[in-house]
C-alpha cells in the first residue's frame, strides 16, 4: 500500500521559513517523480514543485528562488525547504508521488499538512 505522511507545516510570520516532509513507504521510492501541490478553499489546487528521479527539480514560478525541494532516497524521504514565506503561500500543502500532469490530474493526494503565513 502506499503510504505518504506529510509533515512539518505550521504558522510563520512573513518571511520566516519552514521544512516540509514527507515520509514515503510501499513503493520504489528512488523510482519515481515525486510532487509537492498546494490548496486553499477558494482556489484551486496549484502545482509547487516536482523532483524527478535524477534529483531534478523543477518549481512553479511563484516559489522559485524561494523553495528547495530535495529527496534523500535512502530514507524514502522528500522534502520542501520554504524560505522567505509570503502570507499567499498559506495553503494545505500535499506530497504525491508522480510527475506534474499525473499529480495534477489526480485530484486528491492524502493527508496534507497546513502552512499558515501571517503576522
Known amino acids: 500500500e502506499v503510504q505518504l505522511v506529510t509533515s512539518g507545516g505550521g504558522m510563520v510570520q512573513p518571511g520566516g521559513s519552514l521544512r516540509l516532509s514527507c515520509a514515503a513507504s510501499?513503493?520504489?521510492?528512488?523510482?519515481?517523480?515525486m510532487t509537492w501541490v498546494r490548496q486553499v478553499p477558494e482556489k484551486g489546487p496549484e502545482w509547487v514543485s516536482t523532483i524527478n528521479s535524477h534529483a531534478t527539480p523543477y518549481y512553479a514560478d511563484s516559489v522559485k528562488g524561494r523553495f528547495t525541494v530535495s529527496r534523500d532516497n535512502a530514507k524514502n524521504t522528500l522534502s520542501l525547504q520554504m524560505d522567505d514565506l509570503k502570507p499567499e503561500d498559506t495553503a494545505l500543502y500535499y506530497c504525491?508521488?508522480?510527475?506534474?500532469?499525473?499529480?495534477?490530474?489526480?485530484?486528491?493526494w492524502g493527508q496534507g499538512t497546513q502552512v499558515t503565513v501571517s503576522s
Open positions: 504525491a508521488r508522480g510527475s506534474r500532469a499525473i499529480v495534477m490530474s489526480r485530484g486528491s
Open positions: 510501499g513503493f520504489r521510492f528512488s523510482g519515481y517523480d
